[in-house]
């Protein structure tokens, strides 16, 4: 059946219905660790951002146990992904980047976990917007402007110390 008619029937949230669904989901491994005590509710709960039972079971597999930290699950499986709390990704939008093609995922459990999935859509998008703050600046006259997503520092700086040379000051 459905998720809302699941929920009508038993008269409870849609939301509780898919948290309940993705927990039901979790890899045979993690269930049964979760029955021996070697995974906690909180840590389950964070390997339902993933459905993938191989990825699930290679996360577990290298964690030392008893597995509790809901955290470092989540670290584990969003290497590579941008949360949506990120400067870059406020920048772009979260609908602009869904509308280009962009992979969101959202945490079923913690409202705030939203993790964007394509960081590549997220750079092209940002690029493309800066170009369009860019081209204003140079029609107004400056000679140079310079745009950067990466790490925020200047790029092909010197790390040498300039010392000031004195002259004689004019009249």
């Known amino acids: ?18 948290q309940r669904l993705a927990l039901s989901a979790l890899s045979p491994t993690l269930k049964d660790a979760f029955r021996k005590g070697e995974l906690g509710l909180d840590a389950a709960r964070a390997f339902c951002l993933v459905p993938d039972h191989d990825r699930q079971d290679s996360v577990f597999a290298i964690m030392p146990k008893p597995v509790s930290n809901a955290y470092a699950v989540r670290s584990y499986l969003t290497q590579g992904a941008v949360r949506a709390s990120d400067r870059l990704a406020k920048f772009v939008g979260l609908e602009a980047y869904e509308a280009a093609g ?16 394509s960081p590549d859509v997220l750079n092209t998008l940002a ?7 860019r081209a204003p600046l140079l029609a107004e006259g400056w000679g140079w402007v310079n745009v950067n997503i990466g790490s925020g520092r200047a790029d092909g700086g010197s790390m040498h110390r300039i010392r000031p040379e004195w002259h004689q000051p004019t009249d």
């Open 1 to 18: 059946q459905p998720e809302e008619a699941i929920a009508s029937r038993f008269g409870a949230s849609v939301r509780h219905v898919r």
């Open 102 to 117: 962009g992979i969101v995922r959202r945490d079923l459990f913690e409202d705030e976990l939203v993790f964007l999935d």
């Open 127 to 133: 690029t493309a917007k800066l170009e369009e703050l």
